[in-house]
């Protein structure tokens, strides 16, 4: 079996809003690979290629990242933080999808490079139109550079 290239990397510790998450892009944009994650060590453990995800063999990094900032184990903004200072992550795009309209994590994640901010609508037929708009603009319109793994298999 061919695995597809990762498109979305998905970093959300609540199961309802994960679940909401991948019913929207697979309803509006079917095929489309996501990869979720739980908390920010294992985002960062992904992203990478440390602990769990040491031996991993994906072949390119994902097209966007969805990010929770209300993480347990390493907080969103410290996860921001290391994929955009680092050369070989900080070109992928970063959206924040969060319930924190906190004023100081708004200007903070823009500190740190964020390409996004959304705060997550309550209303199910809201947040599922702001995720199928999410990837029709991510996925089929944003123009990146060629994001190749970091990590190639074997390294």
């Known amino acids: ?3 597809l290239p990762t498109e979305i990397l998905l970093v959300e510790d609540n199961p309802n809003d994960a679940e909401l998450a ?3 892009l697979h309803r509006y944009h079917g095929s489309t690979q996501v990869d979720v994650v739980h908390d920010g060590a294992e ?3 992904y992203m990478f290629s ?3 995800y040491a031996a991993s063999t994906r072949e390119s990094n994902p097209k966007v990242i969805l990010l929770d900032l209300k993480l347990p184990k390493v907080d969103g903004l410290e996860v921001l933080e290391r994929i955009k200072s680092d050369p070989r992550t900080q070109t ?6 969060t319930s924190s309209r906190e004023e100081s994590d ?5 500190e740190l490079g964020v390409n996004s901010y959304l705060v997550k609508p309550i209303d199910f037929e809201q947040f599922t139109e702001v995720v199928r708009l999410l990837g029709v603009y991510w996925l089929h319109h944003n123009q990146l550079p060629f994001l190749k793994s970091i990590f190639p298999a074997g390294e």
């Open 92 to 97: 992928i795009p970063v959206v924040v999808l």
């Open 43 to 45: 985002a960062l453990d």
């Open 22 to 24: 991948l019913y929207a």
């Open 1 to 3: 079996m061919t695995h």
């Open 106 to 110: 708004i200007q903070r994640s823009y």
């Open 50 to 52: 440390t602990g769990a």
